[in-house]
């Protein structure tokens, strides 16, 4: 199992930039950010893994950047051009899963572990 814990959430204006990083307490393969908005489903934002494979959501394209440190086993999340349909709950994830399909890399049920969120606002 592996531990994750998440930092770097605030309240920003659209158009602001914030950076995300998810701390991991051991290397894993693959690592995800996904969101929850309150009354909807989590849904993921971008994924990388070790192979150099990365996926984005359609709606993220563009405006956030996934990157992975293996050494120091830390996941960032660069988010530019913020706008208020971004505001949700962010999560970490990690799984020793080599997913060849960027869907695969997008579901939740292709992560084994989760942190406990940080929260990103956006105002209009």
């Known amino acids: 199992q592996v531990q994750l814990v998440e930092s770097g959430g605030g309240s920003v204006q659209a158009g602001g930039s914030l950076r995300l990083s998810c701390a991991a307490s051991?290397?894993?393969?693959?690592m995800g950010w996904f969101r929850q908005a309150p009354g909807k489903e989590r849904e993921g934002v971008a994924a990388?893994?070790?192979?150099?494979?990365?996926s984005y959501a359609d709606s993220v394209k563009g405006r956030f950047t996934i990157s992975k440190d293996n050494v120091k086993t830390i996941l960032y999340l660069q988010m530019n051009n913020l706008k208020p349909e971004d505001t949700a709950m962010y999560y970490c994830?990690?799984?020793?899963?080599?997913?060849?399909?960027?869907?695969?890399?997008?579901?939740?049920?292709?992560?084994?572990?989760w942190g406990q969120g940080t929260q990103v606002t956006v105002s209009s």
């Open positions: 990388i893994d070790s192979g150099g494979r990365i």
């Open positions: 994830a990690a799984t020793a899963q080599a997913w060849a399909y960027a869907f695969n890399r997008l579901r939740t049920t292709s992560y084994a572990d």
């Open positions: 051991k290397y894993t393969y693959t």
